[in-house]
């Protein structure tokens, strides 16, 4: 299964000369880092995070990350969708290169109209 998931803290009064927009930034460097270190593949941009692994794992992961994030502010806010498709591994590169190679047909497919 891929899961992407986002967590931010909230309820912190971090708003200090350091911090003075409240920015989550290093709250998510601890999320990111309880990912990275699973072991499990992942990858991560501006918006999410994403996970491949198997249910319980995922999930374990999710909640450790949470955890990290916690220690930020007195609540957190979780954002989660899963794919969810059973026998199915590699899907976190499988998935972006079938749609490359679309995008690529397509435009060779233009090219020659």
Avoid: C
């Avoid at 409240?22 to 501006?46: C, F």
């Avoid at 374990?60 to 957190?76: F, N």
Wanted: charged share 25%.
């Amino acid at each position: 299964m891929l899961v992407a998931f986002s967590i931010a803290p909230s309820g912190s009064s971090d708003l200090s000369r350091e911090n003075p927009e409240g920015s989550v930034h290093d709250a998510v460097a601890a999320a990111v880092a309880v990912v990275r270190e699973s072991g499990l593949p992942n990858s991560t941009d501006s918006m999410f995070t994403t996970i491949e692994g198997e249910w319980d794992e995922v999930m374990a992961v999710v909640k450790h990350a949470t955890e990290a994030v916690g220690r930020y502010g007195s609540r957190v806010s979780l954002v989660l969708k899963a794919d969810i498709r059973p026998g199915y591994s590699g899907e976190l590169t499988g998935k972006v290169e079938r749609m490359e190679a679309a995008i690529a047909e397509q435009e060779q497919y233009e090219g020659h109209s």
